[in-house]
């Protein structure tokens, strides 16, 4: 039988609401690529985000016009030229990865050379809010390895100095979404550092990050809206330490493992990271961060309601996937 090609929108609630320093939203909007062929079926979900460009609608387009190609058998190396970065191809590359182990038996992991997958430590995140706000939000999370702390805001030390008294032994992580004006930029990382911190995400708008190359940087300091794809990295060595990949900005597993390797040899550390989204689209991710540095692959946590068949976590671990799930 012929492949042929599912697209579906999709909506999952929001457990309370998710903030960061661009706004706030209530419901994780998704989209989920089936792909059928020979009885076996496979899965891919991605999450289009507005600071992108994207929308549902927009990224529902791309798929739908790439059906040609994609049910007339195309490749995961083939789609790397027949379709941009971003959320659309991430959808349908990790359809393709799943398809790909569901017809031949042979797992995804399996396929990267994995004997086994382990549990990785992930982050939690804490949005952004006010200082007591986020103080109670870390002391009900206090016991987990990993905060991700979003700020950004031109005063967050008394978010930063809030959250570390509530999470006295918990490792932070600072999101500041491109939020930190330049002016206050070396003193927030000064802070950071004193509240021993371990990285910061971001702190300038990306194309206005230069001032990270003039300063001493007195801790790690990582790219995530600078960064979407290998192309992007050689110009980032002199402003950032540590790469976020995420396979919705790098378009998939594919690019990722490519992207992930020439970072690991241009001395980045790497952090696997997220968008807001359910299992489907953590699991391949499970797999490309099996030796990060850093993991922040939370998003089922902050759901209310997760697909059926999701990841397991316990304590601060998220697990492998299951093949029911994806791989």
Known sequence: MPRT????????????????????????????????????????????????????????AQIEATRPLVEAGISRHDLLSAMPPGAARNAVDCA???????????????RLGFAKLRPLTTAYTISLGEPEVMAA???????????????????????IRAVRAAAPDAAIILDANEGWPEAVLERHLHIAAQAGVTLVEQPLPAGRDGMLAEIRRPLLVCADESVHHTGDLASLADRYDAINIKLD???????????????????????????????????????????????????????????????????????????????
């Not at 393709?96 to 399996?110: F, I, M, N």
């Not at 998939?252 to 493992?257: D, K, R, S, V």
């Not at 980045?268 to 692959?297: R, Y």
């Open 96 to 110: 393709l990865w799943d398809l790909e182990a569901k017809r031949t038996g042979e797992s995804v992991a399996a």
């Open 137 to 159: 939000q870390a002391r009900e999370h206090a016991g987990r390895a990993l905060l991700k702390v979003k700020v950004g805001t031109g005063d967050d030390e008394s978010r």
């Open 249 to 327: 900005k790098t378009g998939g597993l594919t690019e990722a493992l490519v992207m992930k390797a020439e970072a690991e040899r241009l001395g980045f550390s790497i952090m696997i990271g997220c968008m807001v989204g359910t299992s489907l689209a953590m699991a391949p991710a499970v797999l490309l961060a099996q030796n990060a540095d850093f993991v922040d692959l939370d998003g089922p946590l902050l759901l209310a309601r997760d697909r059926e068949l999701g990841l397991r976590y316990a304590a601060s671990l998220v697990f492998p996937p299951e093949s029911a799930l994806w791989g």
């Open 5 to 60: 090609l599912d697209i579906q929108m999709n909506s999952f609630p929001i457990a309370g609401t998710f903030t960061i320093s661009r706004g706030a939203k209530t419901e994780a909007e998704v989209i989920t690529c089936m792909l059928i062929e020979n009885g076996a079926r496979g899965l891919g979900e991605c999450v289009p985000y507005r600071r992108y460009g994207e929308t549902m609608e927009s990224v529902f």
